[in-house]
């Protein structure tokens, strides 16, 4: 089992940079791949960027690409994601997510999720 716990969301105006951070309990942490997931109000949950176990691999949507860097702490078992330029077409829920061995883009690939972190970009 893991629970995961996001927090760092808020405000920002565009082109402003948040950082938000994912603490896991469980000692599963470092067997799992992480990623990170948002929703918009109104939209379906969509895929943002996952982590490897070991941190060494990543994948990011294309929307995020350039912009936003995953991060993950095995030792303290946290995963972080560092958002730059930030858009207003980038505010929503953003969801911590855990459970496969490889990284997925696919949601329902994961089994434990937090509760979410709200990012809203004003623009």
């Known amino acids: 089992q893991v629970q995961l716990v996001e927090s760092g969301g808020g405000l920002v105006q565009a082109g402003g940079s948040l950082r938000i951070s994912c603490a896991a309990s469980?000692?599963?942490?470092?067997?799992?791949?992480m990623a990170w997931f948002r929703q918009a109000p109104g939209k379906e949950r969509e895929f943002v960027v996952s982590?490897?176990?070991?941190?060494?691999?990543?994948v990011y949507a294309d929307s995020v690409k350039g912009r936003f860097t995953i991060s993950r702490d095995n030792a303290k078992n946290t995963v972080a994601l560092e958002m730059k330029s930030l858009k207003p077409e980038d505010t929503a829920v953003y969801y911590c997510?855990?459970?496969?061995?490889?990284?997925?883009?696919?949601?329902?690939?994961?089994?434990?999720w937090g509760q979410g972190t709200q990012v809203t970009v004003s623009s």
């Open positions: 469980g000692r599963t942490f470092g067997t799992s791949a």
């Open positions: 997510a855990a459970g496969p061995t490889y990284i997925y883009a696919e949601a329902r690939r994961y089994d434990y």
């Open positions: 982590i490897s176990r070991s941190g060494g691999s990543t």
